[in-house]
């Protein structure tokens, strides 16, 4: 009996110990969270694709959607080129630089330098003081305008076109 | 009922997360690094390239220089041609993988910096996607590459020094909007950022406008030239002095001023009458440079010639299409995609004069 009411007391004790433990007691958490950087350019086509044409036709333009991304406070440019002309590999003919041509739109206050595509790299935007940072993305339209030349061999005409984003120094 | 609505839903989710994907897609990390070393210090890195299309593609990872043409054109010609390269300090691996759809690559770089490093060097790492293999189309596949710029200033061994090489005027469509162009010349080793203020006078003294020089704070190279070109809004035709004030950072403030002669007049481009500077250019003590005659083609002509550099260009007849792209300017000044094409010329032909030594 006697040890039951020892341990009844020193329970009481301990319960009250833990009452009178003062109400404004407070423990930190710390809370943290990475964000990743983001630099990135996305095409919303792997392809352009004209379709069949006549010599001397004019293609549908076609819309390539590049969207540009960054959380870094940069200044950015987006630059154009081709590996080579449209060519067709069978007939070994190729349609001149000048039929081939792009011109950019879109929601951007930078600067658009409309024209053919090149070999070498060439800035086709270059962004505006308000678009060093776009984290939510900034889509850019390039409309590409191809006209077959009248005496074009028959056959397919392919090459690659490159969307280069990089900052400027 | 449940396991149905579980699988709908699922369904649902990954249709709307292709949908928010683009066909191609690479994120590259950091996008600038900036670095400062002393001669012989060797640095690493990380990249991280991460995959965010909808395909598994193949990228390749190169370093090439950087460089710029004298309207601030960025060129990225191959590692070694330009006198700020670096390419040759770096070791990147790997230089070629495969990124399947939402994983990511670490790239590790080392950097080793010869003792004899001096001043800032430029260097871009790019990642550049393979074009996907598909059906046989006509017309363009697409690839995308990214850059990461590396600026790496050697400590303790960069000096500045500049002068202002040109002040001139430069039309575009009509007198209305023609532009005030300004040299500056870097003739130190590492990066400017000149800035400063071109006042438009009258005769008599009377300021018309006031003129901000690179308000976006635009870097000049070292050891080359760059014209920055600023509109002109409202001016009235007439003979006007140009006077510039530029702070590039160094020890002293660049000054310069020239007559200008503002023509109004919309006739086509290839007739425009250039505005000429009317005296000396005082700049910094330094005498003018002449300004060639204009010489008249017709836009046949122009087009024609235009023609015929980009082919020798593409030919790799370098030293012609510089000629051709020389003749075409002098009767077309304002054509400035045909301006920054001979730069581009110059760029190869004095690549491949190093190369041959």
Known sequence: ?169 | MKNITAIILIILLSVSFALGQGALSINVWPSRVDISVVPGESRTGVISVDNKGKEKTQVLCYITDVGMDIYGELLFPEGGTLATSCESWFLVNPENFFLSQGTNQKIRYTLKVPDNASGTYLASIFFHTKPQEGAKNSGSRLSVRVGTLFVINVAGTGHKDGELSSLSLHNTVKATTAQVELGVLNKGNVLIRPKGTVEIKTNDGWTVDKLIINDDNQAVLPNSERIFRIPLVNIKPGNYNLVAMVDYGGAEILSGETMVNLVATEVPRHDWPIPQSKGPIKISGKAAKPIEPVVKLSPEEIKSLYSLATKQYTAGDYQSSLSTWQKLLKADPGNTTARKNMERTKTKLDALKKIKG
């Open chain 1, 1 to 169: 009996m006697k040890k039951l009411l020892l341990a009844s007391l020193v329970v009481v004790l301990f319960a009250g110990m833990a009452m009178a433990q003062p109400a404004d007691l407070t423990a930190d958490v710390n809370v943290q969270v990475t964000v990743n950087g983001v630099w990135s350019i996305t095409l919303d086509v792997a392809a352009v694709d004209f379709g069949t044409l006549e010599p001397g036709d004019i293609a549908t333009p076609a819309n390539v959607v590049a969207t540009v991304r960054s959380n870094q406070k940069i200044p950015w440019g987006l630059q154009l080129n081709k590996d080579r002309d449209l060519t067709n590999d069978v007939a070994l003919e190729s349609i001149p630089s000048a039929n081939f041509t792009y011109t950019g739109g879109g929601p951007g206050a930078g600067l658009w330098t409309n024209g053919e595509f090149f070999l070498a790299p060439t800035t086709a935007y270059l962004c505006a003081a308000t678009e060093y940072k776009v984290a939510a993305g900034l889509a850019l339209t390039t409309t590409l305008n191809l006209t077959i030349p009248a005496p074009a061999a028959a056959g397919l005409y392919t090459n690659v076109i490159t969307y280069t984003l990089t900052a400027t120094p």
